[in-house]
């Protein structure tokens, strides 16, 4: 072949590689000695995951979560920590508490009143809540969350009281038919401040996957200033933000300043208590990697700006164990800041930008 012709073809070539696609960045590049725990310690600022104990075989789910975390959400469920009537079952809360000592970490319990298919059947809610009394459940509510909060002692630093109690009836549904949502609520965070006199109170809900709708939160917030009107001791409230990219309204984060805003107003301190960001499907982004790190920096930045703003929790460690695909049906979600074997993400990434930002 002739040099002109190998110069052509090499030419043509070139051509050809710049035309190739770049792939995305869809890891980190975070320097190995970083951590979120690091930078969020410096900033008495807790960054947190939920505790998923099915995982525990794997000595590399207890290394990152040491490591990365300084907050673990501990999961309390009232039909696994009381199946049986004054038969509690503290197993799973003393290797959460076990843990935390060896590793330093505060948790966060995670929830004492929830829906109905949370409450154990013994309990009695029948059709249309038909069973016990309201002095009856109020008997049954003293002694649970008394009994639980004071087993946990000062390992936990928090405890959601009650979750999503302004999503619909199916979530508080028996316990706020039958003694009144404000009255349920009021008594529950009574019962609750006199067992932990120095624990934060945490009131939860969830607001949409597309951002926080506005009017979820105007209820939401209606709810909290009754209870605590009515003597309610709620010290923080909650907000799960369980969002999808794809479906992210322009405003996501005005939205959630707003309901920064409204926390303040009512006296009360912010958790993010169950993030992570579905990717979207195949083709919605160019660059979904890219998109999903700027969700992450976008909340965490917003979080660590208002000092009102005390932490923000993943839920869940890896991708694989995402509650998305089962629950949502969504396979290929990828919403958290590790992969399946533990590699951090540029959604790892995004956070850690934040927390090197500060506040």
Same mark, same amino acid.
């Given at each position: 072949?002739?040099?002109?012709?190998?110069?052509?073809?090499?030419?043509?070539?070139?051509?050809?590689?710049?035309?190739?696609?770049?792939?995305?960045?869809?890891?980190?590049?975070?320097?190995?000695?970083?951590?979120?725990?690091?930078?969020?310690?410096?900033?008495?600022?807790?960054?947190?995951?939920?505790?998923?104990?099915?995982?525990?075989?794997?000595?590399?789910?207890?290394?990152? !979560?040491?490591?990365?975390?300084?907050?673990?959400?501990?999961?309390?469920?009232?039909?696994?920590? @009381?199946? &049986?009537?004054?038969?509690? %079952?503290?197993?799973?809360?003393?290797?959460?508490?076990?843990?935390?000592?060896?590793?330093?970490?505060?948790?966060?319990?995670?929830?004492?009143?929830?829906?109905?298919?949370?409450?154990?059947?013994?309990?009695?809610?029948? #059709? %249309?809540?038909?069973?016990?009394?309201?002095?009856?459940?109020?008997?049954?509510?003293? &002694?649970?969350?008394?009994?639980?909060?004071?087993?946990?002692?000062?390992?936990?630093?928090?405890?959601?009281?009650?979750?999503?109690?302004?999503?619909?009836?199916?979530?508080?549904?028996? +316990?706020?038919?039958?003694?009144?949502?404000?009255?349920?609520?009021?008594?529950?965070?009574?019962?609750?401040?006199?067992?932990?006199?120095?624990?934060?109170?945490?009131?939860?809900?969830?607001?949409? @996957?597309?951002?926080?709708?506005?009017?979820?939160?105007?209820?939401?917030? *209606?709810?909290?200033? #009754?209870?605590?009107?009515?003597?309610?001791?709620?010290?923080?409230?909650?907000?799960?933000?369980?969002?999808?990219?794809?479906?992210?309204?322009?405003?996501?984060?005005?939205?959630?300043?707003?309901?920064?805003?409204?926390? #303040?107003?009512?006296?009360?301190?912010?958790?993010?208590?169950?993030? *992570?960001?579905? @990717?979207?499907?195949?083709?919605?982004?160019?660059?979904?990697?890219?998109?999903?790190? &700027?969700?992450?920096?976008?909340?965490?930045?917003?979080?660590?700006?208002?000092?009102?703003?005390?932490?923000?929790?993943?839920?869940?460690?890896?991708?694989?164990?995402? +509650?998305?695909?089962?629950?949502?049906?969504?396979? *290929?979600?990828?919403? !958290?800041?590790?992969?399946?074997?533990?590699?951090?993400?540029?959604?790892?990434?995004?956070?850690?930008?934040? !927390?090197?930002?500060?506040?």
């Amino acid at each position: 072949m002739s040099p002109r012709k190998i110069f052509l073809w090499l030419a043509l070539l070139s051509c050809l590689t710049l035309a190739l696609p770049v792939p995305a960045q869809t890891g980190s590049t975070a320097s190995s000695s970083d951590s979120l725990r690091r930078y969020a310690d410096a900033l008495d600022f807790g960054v947190g995951s939920a505790i998923q104990r099915r995982y525990w075989s794997d000595p590399r789910y207890k290394d990152v !979560l040491a490591k990365e975390f300084n907050r673990s959400v501990s999961i309390v469920f009232m039909n696994t920590t @009381q199946p &049986e009537r004054g038969q509690f %079952n503290f197993q799973p809360m003393d290797g959460d508490m076990k843990f935390a000592r060896e590793h330093n970490l505060k948790l966060f319990g995670h929830v004492l009143v929830y829906r109905n298919d949370q409450t154990p059947e013994w309990v009695g809610f029948g #059709r %249309n809540c038909a069973g016990p009394s309201a002095r009856d459940l109020d008997r049954i509510l003293k &002694e649970h969350i008394q009994t639980v909060i004071r087993h946990g002692g000062d390992a936990y630093y928090a405890w959601e009281i009650v979750n999503e109690p302004s999503t619909g009836p199916a979530h508080n549904g028996c +316990w706020a038919k039958i003694m009144g949502q404000v009255e349920m609520i009021t008594k529950a965070f009574q019962y609750a401040r006199e067992a932990a006199p120095n624990a934060q109170l945490v009131i939860n809900d969830t607001f949409g @996957q597309e951002g926080l709708d506005r009017d979820s939160v105007d209820r939401f917030f *209606d709810l909290v200033n #009754r209870a605590k009107a009515n003597g309610a001791p709620i010290d923080v409230v909650g907000t799960e933000m369980h969002l999808e990219a794809h479906r992210l309204r322009p405003s996501y984060i005005d939205e959630f300043k707003y309901f920064l805003d409204k926390a #303040r107003k009512a006296g009360v301190k912010v958790e993010i208590t169950e993030m *992570d960001v579905y @990717q979207g499907p195949p083709g919605a982004f160019q660059d979904s990697a890219a998109k999903q790190k &700027e969700v992450f920096y976008n909340v965490a930045k917003t979080c660590l700006k208002d000092s009102n703003c005390i932490s923000l929790y993943v839920w869940g460690l890896n991708d694989e164990f995402t +509650w998305l695909r089962p629950a949502k049906h969504l396979d *290929d979600a990828t919403p !958290l800041l590790f992969d399946g074997q533990y590699r951090r993400k540029a959604a790892y990434d995004g956070v850690l930008q934040a !927390l090197k930002e500060g506040r």
